[in-house]
């Protein structure tokens, strides 16, 4: 199984730039964040070099042969999200969990579900969604699982991932009709997702996403590491092992433990309530 196709083909050789125009970058003051940035560049560089796979803004996932697999688990996967969606007011903002987020996304319509965040576990969102979890143990060097559900009207301006060691993938979970006015564009490549198909692209080429349609759209968001060539494998896991400890990251997970504890202590106070 091929990607889906993109509606306008690629003329140029594209570039990975570090940065986003009109965005304006993070302010961290702390030394481990100056550190940890100020040597991205240089392993970013390093990435692009010993890439195994090249470096396309899309890949086909035939490239990845673990996707099909991911693909043959969207009937269960769907039926873990369904629960998941009863609740749908309750989910966080992508910008709840990571306040950096803030710089694309202020509204309320971008909501998430992590199974795994920057490499940990959320162990009750996972006790939720079993099926899920063991689906996205097929992929190789995985580091981030969530839903990401964009809820009608939403628009995600045009930015780039804060780092390209890693990939993206999207499988089309929820994808209403017409498919025309849901679409996400990789550099200049615009693709549109398709219910249990698998869509790979790299995130750090300037991409925006949008659901201009009147109902929900759902994909399984997935980030996994990108197949590299010695030295920049060696480099790129120990930056992966050490964003863990830059404040962004920490706040991030901090915020989403907060978020679980409530979400979950309000569904067992639900179950104990006394009956009528």
Known sequence: MSAPAPTSNQSHTPE??????????MDRPSAMTRFFMGIVAWAESLNLKYAKLGNPP?????TFPWAAEIEKDYPAIRAELEKVLLRQSELPTFQDISTDVKTIST???WKTFFLLGFGVKSEQNIKACPNTWAAVQKI??????MF????????????????????RLHLGLIVPEPNEKLAIRV???????QEGKALIFDDAYEHEAWNHSDKTRVVLFV???????????????ALMNLAIFTPFIKEGLDNHKEW???????AEAFRNRPKA
Not at 140 to 145: D, E, M, N, S, V
Not at 225 to 237: D, Q, S, T
């Open 148 to 167: 990401s559900i964009f809820e009608p009207g939403k628009h995600l301006p045009a930015h780039r991932g804060p780092y390209n060691g890693v990939l």
């Open 223 to 237: 980030d996994f590491v990108k197949p590299l060539k010695f030295p920049a494998r060696i480099v790129n896991w």
């Open 140 to 145: 190789p060097g995985l580091t981030t699982a």
């Open 260 to 266: 679980e504890k409530k979400f979950y202590a309000e």
């Open 107 to 109: 509204d309320t319509r």
């Open 58 to 62: 899309v890949y086909d996932t035939a």
């Open 187 to 193: 550099d200049k490549q615009v693709c549109h997702w």
């Open 16 to 25: 990975q730039t570090f940065g986003t125009a009109g965005i304006a970058p």
